[in-house]
């Protein structure tokens, strides 16, 4: 198994198609593997679409009554009635005339069937996708208060997952980018942040990491994000680098080319 993760197996585990000592195997890697965990939680839900999409048919009760009433129709066309040419005519049209008016009621009928169904498919869909990405949160900030800043990391990257993300996960990056000790934990947190500029905490938290960040990479990052917003509050902290004798010379120029387009 690949990197020690069973994804290739989830798809039999799914089908119940593995031994009893592969299923085992497992559900005891899942129980401690989040990648695989949500790797299974996603092929459940592209199963379930699968078995929902079934193909809409006619109900038996539904055919009977359309054959008996076509049936009926027959019956009638075919019965000889003592009236003249022009009146034959007539009811045998106006005999079509209910045919067809049949017909589209049982496909209006058949449609309206259908058309249920498939909101009622969305609807579970919807609730398995829901759930699915409430576990994501859930495991994205477990893994960022984890005291390995690979798993932290591996959390901050989760954001991958989520294209309008909560305030919640929002104020999370931000507490890493301001507080977690490691340079690289700090500098992803600030790449994940860095999509989301029109967040008015996503600002605050860069102006407020400018003031006490000291790592010279993680400064121009931070630096650059702002002037290309053009946020105007980042002048003060950018000012204050320029006066701060610990300010690496490059972090100055970076300042002294930025400043201007915000001021």
């Not at 965990?37 to 038996?60: G, R, Y």
Request: proline share 3%; charged share 30%; aromatic share 6%.
């Amino acid at each position: 198994m690949e990197k020690n993760h069973v994804t290739n197996l989830l798809p039999e585990y799914l089908d119940n198609a593995l031994s009893k000592k592969e299923k085992e195997k497992v559900e005891q890697h899942i129980a401690g593997c989040i990648q695989c965990k949500l790797e299974l939680d996603e092929m459940k839900i592209l199963f379930k679409a699968f078995e929902d999409e079934s193909i809409s048919v006619p109900t038996e009760s539904l055919s009977a009554k359309f054959d008996k009433a076509l049936q009926e129709e027959k019956m009638e066309t075919n019965k000889v009635i003592p009236i003249s040419s022009e009146r034959r005519k007539t009811g045998w049209a106006s005999n079509m005339l209910k045919v067809a008016a049949s017909i589209a009621l049982l496909v209006a009928s058949f449609q309206m069937g259908r058309f249920l169904q498939q909101e009622k498919s969305n609807e579970d869909i919807a609730v398995l996708l829901d759930e699915s990405l409430q576990f994501k949160q859930t495991a994205m900030l477990s893994l960022m208060e984890n005291q390995s800043a690979s798993k932290r990391i591996q959390g901050v990257n989760y954001i991958e997952e989520f294209s309008k993300p909560d305030e919640t996960i929002v104020i999370a990056l931000a507490n890493r980018l301001l507080n977690d000790e490691n340079d690289n934990v700090r500098l992803n947190a600030f790449e994940a942040l860095s999509k989301f500029t029109a967040s008015e905490t996503v600002k605050t938290a860069f102006i407020e990491a400018l003031k006490i960040e000291k790592n010279p990479s993680i400064q121009i990052a931070i630096i650059q994000s702002l002037v290309k917003i053009q946020e105007k509050k980042a002048a003060a902290p950018m000012k204050k680098l320029l006066e701060q004798e610990d300010t690496q010379p490059f972090v100055k120029n970076e300042i002294k080319l930025g400043l201007p387009k915000i001021i």
